[in-house]
Structure formats: C-alpha cells, structure tokens
C-alpha cells in the first residue's frame, strides 16, 4: 500500500491553501499513493480570529473539494482537519476520510490544545467544542485496512490510540499543525511510541513554517512502520510530498512478535477508566495529602 504524507504552511487565506492542498495531492497521486494525508487546519491557519474567520459549515468548500479530489483521482483522502462552524454557532476541529467514492468520515478533535508553549498562550477551548467519541474508517484498498482518526494535541495521550488498536485500527492517522518548540522537543518521540505500542503504521502530516507573525509550525512530517522505524520524512521545506509503502505482512509479524495487545491488562484499562475526566494531577496531589494507613492497617 503507498501512501502519502502532505507538509505545508497554511495561511488565513482558504482559497490559497486549497490550491496549494489541490497541487500537492495531486504530486502524491501521480508518484503512485493512493492513500493520502493533509496536516490539521490546511484550510485556514493562523491566530484565533483567522482561524474563525476560516471556518466552514459541514459541506462548506473544503470538504467540496475533498470529495470532489478523491472521487476524480479514486483516493482514499485524509483531508486533514477542517474547522467547523455547526449549526449552533461552535467551532469544531474536524478530522475527514473522504472515500473514493465520496463518502465522508469525520472525527472531532477529543482533546483541545490548552497549554502554553514557548511564552505563547494557547486556549482552544475557548473558541472549539471537542468531539465526543472514537472514530475508526476503512480504507478502500483489498485488505478494507482500518485506521484510527486523531488530530494534533490527541498524540499526547496514549489511551486513545490504544483503544483505537483495540477496535482493529492498523494505520494512525495524525494530521496536526504541531508548534516549532513542540515539534523538535515531542514530535517523533510521540509519533514512534505510538507505533510500537500499538503495532501499528503511523502516518503523521504537519504543518511547517510562519502562518502569521510569531505562530509557526514546525514540519518533521513522516510516515513509521510498526517497529517505529521511520520510513520517510519530509526535508526541511514548508510544502514537501512524503511517500513510502506500507508491507501489513510486516505488520502482522511485528504484532506476533511483541503481541502487547494480546498481553494487556484490562484491570489497568478500567482503573484508568474510573478515574474523572480532567486533572488527573490534581487528583494525585489530593490523594498524597490524606493520612497513610497505620502500621495496624499495613499489618493486617
């Protein structure tokens, strides 16, 4: 199976980007990929006001484009992520699998980018609404592979690309438009732990370069197979075409091998599970204040 990684800088200017998206997928297409990823925002990018500014409602003129691209060029197309305007007036960071034949997959972003990085201050969740559950997708090739949908800030937390592999997911798919700091700090160390502990290709699409003064990304987009070998990666260039083949032999050997998704514990998965959504720090630190038990209570 080819596939193809796609690296570029958007700016707040979504008919530029699309024609830059347009041309780039086409490159992919005619180097023989035929699953094919774009980075995160690739419609619209910038600060906030830009970013909403940008935003479409669900069959607005990116998500035209993308049905429109893989039905011409018979393409299962990872249209990155788009932002959403819903019917209530939200914005909504969404993920799409636009099938050959136009059917469309979509993903909210579980987990909204609060943090701050390198003196700027981030707070998607004063602006997005986050999705509300897992979405896998099948791909279109003879083997109807599975893959697990996720967007950027989601690779910071394992659990839901082990519950993605859980629910037969082989190929992770990572569009993002991760910060520069971020990106040479967390970015491949993130992308390979998530292949190995889960068996599974990673293909992971970011953005690179200043979309506007003082917010830039910072690329390093690639494609890892299931021992977290990385088989491709993007130059340092804002727009670059990453393609490598995917062996799923390889895959199912890897898998059989180090079989952790056989060996997991469930007990550890529920426990994790039955702990509040939110700070799990905090929660810790409330805990470590109680009293410990009395030597009795040890004893017995």
Known sequence: MRVAVLQLCSSPDPAVNRDVADRLVRDAHARGARTIVLPEKWPALGRTADVAAGAEDAYGPSVRWARGIARELAIDLFAGSVTVRRPDGRLQNTALHVAPGGRITRYGKLHLFDADVAGTR??????????????????????????????????????????????????????????????????????????????????????????????????????????????????????????????????????????????????????????????????WEQRAALPGPSDDEVER
């Open 122 to 283: 981030y707070r998607e969740s004063d602006d997005e609404v986050a999705g509300d559950g897992l979405v896998t997708t099948t791909l279109a090739d003879d083997a109807a592979t599975c893959a697990g949908m996720t967007v950027c800030y989601d690779l910071r937390f394992p659990e839901l690309y082990r519950a993605l592999a859980l629910r037969g997911a082989r190929i992770l798919v990572v569009p993002a438009a991760f910060t520069a700091r971020t990106t040479d700090a967390h970015w491949e160390t993130l992308l390979r732990a998530r292949a190995i502990e889960n068996g599974a290709f990673v293909l992971a699409a970011n953005q690179r370069g200043e979309h506007v003064r003082g917010i830039r990304s910072g690329g390093q987009s690639m494609i890892i197979d299931p021992w977290g070998t990385v088989l491709a990666r993007a130059p340092e260039t804002d727009e670059a075409v990453v393609v490598a083949d995917l062996d799923l032999t390889h895959q199912a050997a890897v898998r059989e091998q180090l079989p952790v998704l056989r060996q997991r514990r469930a007990s550890v998965a529920a426990a994790l599970a039955a702990e509040p959504d939110g700070d799990l720090a905090a929660v």
